[in-house]
């Protein structure tokens, strides 16, 4: 598929339109959420019975605090090492971002003050169905206990086995959550919504998942304030005749294994790499076993495009707006900054999207389906409200009364200016 000026838009939204959901999930989705809202934890442990294949009791549905931190003698000194190395590099990045968003200034005579404030509780959804995934549980609680989020529930899938579910509260318990509900699917998502008899709600709810998490968050969304859209794994390489396209196979497969609904791809400056990284591909896309979810997900979903210019390709790559984006091709620093619309990207012959997924420190937590047009992917901002504190003085109220006079009559509002004279007019205490 050549890729031009002229048909890059078109060509991006045809790869969208393809890679859509089903929209048969919505009623499902629905009664779920309704019978959790209705029954509470009697759904809950219903649906985990009937979903999950997992029977629990109601002294099991919520996890404490105390009782993840024993889980951590449970783990290898290797695998709490990493763990922890992870944590060190989120905090890292996070904590940056969290220094910058206290400001206090002083403009025209008066002090204006902007600091943070935790939100009081966030509720997080972690995918566990076909494996566990403790990096994304780090990913979601390190930035909010940095953030000082006063009750952080992470809500995930039930374990069959108790050797996951262990590694699972531990991660859980070195993110700083506090509380684990093991509830998975459109049933967490409603239970964090709403609450239940056991399980207070929460004000927010943040996560990846699959198609009926995100359903369910839509559904909730009019009650709860949720984040974005990060559903099924997407990446995008771009190369070049110089490119290590072996690599670029190898990531391309890596991040297809998440599950057969991923959107992988790549967009190539010329022809002689498409044919290359194809070639590539199918070496090793031989060697997987029939039916993995690699290999379903590269023929459902899989694309090589040629762009006849970097300014096509770009175009491609920011109405497409992937998760992911590896950029193995030599461009020079001036065509990189033409990618506006991206969850995250990585350059240079040493890309990984496994580098980022594991170690770099910004989160993997995602927009998908485009959202990566409007925002960013999840940081410590997701879980505190920033608030302004304006402290005026009398020179200030004096310079506000005779410039903006005219706009306060401009507008009809005669008592706005009665108000600011007072203001002008009484001593301060």
Not at 121 to 147: E, N, Q
Not at 190 to 200: D, I, P, S, V
Not at 217 to 226: M, N, P, Y
Not at 278 to 295: D, V
């Amino acid at each position: 598929m050549l890729v031009s000026r002229n048909n890059a838009a078109e060509t991006a939204l045809q790869l969208r339109t393809r890679a859509a959901g089903d929209s048969e999930i919505k009623e499902i989705v629905r009664e779920i959420v309704e019978d959790v809202r209705k029954e509470g934890d009697e759904a809950l442990i219903r649906l985990a019975s009937q979903i999950d294949r997992v029977d629990l009791s109601l002294e099991e549905l919520l996890t404490e605090r105390e009782e993840m931190k024993e889980s951590l003698q449970h783990l290898p000194p290797d695998l709490i090492l990493a763990l922890k190395t992870l944590r060190r590099n989120i905090q890292a990045f996070e904590r940056r971002i969290f220094k910058r968003l206290s400001i206090s200034l002083n403009i025209n005579g008066y002090a204006v003050n902007f600091r943070p404030i935790p939100l009081e509780s966030v509720g997080c959804y972690a995918p566990g169905g076909l494996a566990s995934y403790p990096s994304t549980i780090m990913m979601l609680g390190v930035p909010g206990s940095l953030a000082g989020v006063e009750r952080l529930v992470l809500a995930t899938p039930p374990r069959r086995n108790e050797a996951d579910k262990r590694l699972v509260m531990a991660a859980a318990y070195l993110a700083g959550f506090h509380q684990i509900l093991w509830a998975g699917g459109a049933q967490a998502i409603a239970a964090l919504a709403y609450g239940t008899q056991r399980l207070r709600r929460v004000m927010k709810i943040l996560g990846p998942g699959n198609r009926f998490v995100l359903e369910a968050k839509l559904l909730v969304s009019k009650e709860v304030t949720v984040d974005f859209t990060a559903g099924p794994t997407e990446l995008l390489v771009v190369t070049d005749c110089h490119s290590p396209h072996g690599q670029a196979a190898l990531e391309l497969l890596a991040q297809a294994e998440h599950s057969p609904d991923t959107l992988v791809g790549a967009i190539t400056l010329d022809a002689e790499s498409g044919e290359q990284l194809l070639s590539k591909l199918n070496e090793l896309l031989e060697k997987l076993p029939e039916g993995s979810a690699a290999k379903k997900s590269i023929a459902d979903n899989g694309f090589i495009c040629a762009a006849d210019s970097w300014e096509a390709a770009a175009r491609f790559i920011n109405t497409l707006a992937p998760e992911h984006i590896l950029v193995y091709a030599r461009v020079g620093w001036r065509n990189l900054r033409m990618i506006r619309n991206a969850g995250v990207v990585s350059y240079g012959p040493a890309s990984s999207s496994v580098f980022l997924d594991y170690y770099a420190g910004p989160s993997h937590v995602l927009p998908t389906e485009g959202m990566a047009s409007i925002r960013g992917g999840l940081t410590v901002l997701d879980y505190v409200k920033l608030l302004p504190v304006v402290k005026p003085t009398k020179p200030s109220l004096a310079k506000a009364l005779k410039n903006m006079r005219p706009l306060i009559l401009a507008e009809g509002l005669p008592l706005h200016l009665r108000a600011l004279e007072g203001a002008l007019g009484h001593d301060a205490k």
